[in-house]
């Protein structure tokens, strides 16, 4: 069965950092682009960045440009969103998701989903 992970979540004054990790079991991890999507009350799940397997491309929302980096890292089964300059327009509710080989930054593409993990900026 598939498994994800997330942790790294918390409360952060605007203006700092946050790293987020997704652990996966290694029969997710080979072969299945990751991505993070985040979900703030009462709006829609949203794409915010994806990595293709094994790491040649990234893909970003508009949004955290230069601000996010998605990396992983193969040999832990687990990939990682470092969130900086932080803005309280990111507090939301984010998820680690898999599915196979490409990256598509549709939400009801992505056939695996962690249970979330909070991140509040503060003002």
């Known amino acids: 069965q598939v498994q994800l992970v997330e942790s790294g979540g918390g409360l952060v004054q605007a203006g700092g950092s946050l790293r987020l990790s997704c652990a996966a079991s290694e029969r997710t991890f080979s072969n299945y682009a990751m991505g993070w999507f985040r979900q703030a009350p009462g709006k829609e799940r949203e794409f915010v960045a994806a990595?293709?397997?094994?790491?040649?491309?990234?893909e970003y929302v508009d949004s955290v440009k230069g601000r996010f980096t998605i990396s992983r890292d193969n040999a832990k089964n687990t990939v990682y969103l470092q969130m900086n300059i932080l803005k309280p327009e990111d507090t939301a509710v984010y998820y680690c998701?898999?599915?196979?080989?490409?990256?598509?930054?549709?939400?009801?593409?992505?056939?695996?989903w962690g249970q979330g993990t909070q991140v509040t900026v503060s003002s």
């Open positions: 998701a898999a599915r196979k080989y490409t990256i598509v930054t549709v939400t009801t593409s992505w056939a695996y």
């Open positions: 990595i293709s397997w094994p790491a040649g491309r990234t």
